[in-house]
């Protein structure tokens, strides 16, 4: 399969089938929030390197959890009846994204964060379309994730803790919120480990570009989550 080229005159993008073995669709465009928010829906995001033109892509299999299909292991449990964290929401975006920036191994698949990215889903925060999990321990942000909202889906983005367990807490916290709005799927990108742990799984683009045509006709909620705690 060829990779496209993006042109800077409309937000269009090629078909998701259409891209490569490797997942990558297209390259070029730019940030904005409307191109974002066009990729999103359409099962696509962007992952590159600083330096390098901006990469957009649709893996096949799609590594998603449905919520109702969360799974809090034993050893998390008493994590959650000791409450040995807090978990706000929308109160420390711009700070999250930059730990997630962060040289360290991504324990969720996403991209490796250059300022634009960061300036980029700050603007979709300021709309109201990406959110932030802050796990706090005492005063200390110790941990957390991004990402976008669009309908009854929510797109992870990327993940960082600090302390043991912190980016699980806040993982599993956003699913029982989320499961608790009728949402219907996480979008976890690409597969790995640590996020099959807690439930996630691999499905085949096409049943994933099918959930998101329904979701289409759904209403986003959109604004600032600080009140969901």
């Known amino acids: 399969m060829p990779v496209f080229w993006l042109s800077n005159k409309n937000n269009h993008f090629p078909s998701p089938t259409l891209a490569t073995k ?125 990402g976008v909202s669009l309908g009854k889906c929510f797109y992870g983005e990327s993940m960082f803790a600090l302390v043991s367990n912190a980016s699980k807490f806040g993982f599993i916290s956003l699913v029982k919120k989320l499961e608790s709005f009728g949402f219907w799927l996480v979008d976890c990108q690409q597969q790995t480990h640590h996020l099959g742990s807690l439930g996630a799984r691999a499905i085949e683009r096409s049943s994933f570009l099918e959930i998101l045509k329904k979701n289409e006709a759904e209403e986003t909620m959109r604004g600032h989550w600080r009140e969901l705690c």
């Open 22 to 146: 490797e997942g990558i669709l297209a390259v070029g465009g730019d940030l904005s929030p409307e191109r974002l928010l066009a990729a999103y829906r359409m099962g696509i995001f962007p992952w590159f390197n600083e330096g390098e033109p901006i990469a957009w892509w649709s893996p096949n299999p799609r590594m998603v959890l449905f919520p109702s299909e969360l799974k809090v292991s034993k050893s998390m449990r008493p994590y959650f009846n000791q409450q040995k964290f807090r978990v706000t929401f929308d109160q420390a975006f711009e700070s999250v994204v930059q730990h997630c920036q962060a040289p360290r191994n991504r324990q969720w698949g996403g991209t490796w964060i250059t300022n634009d990215m960061l300036e980029a889903y700050c603007t979709l925060h300021e709309l109201g379309f990406a959110h932030s999990v802050e796990v706090w321990q005492d005063k200390e942000l110790v941990g957390g994730l991004y």
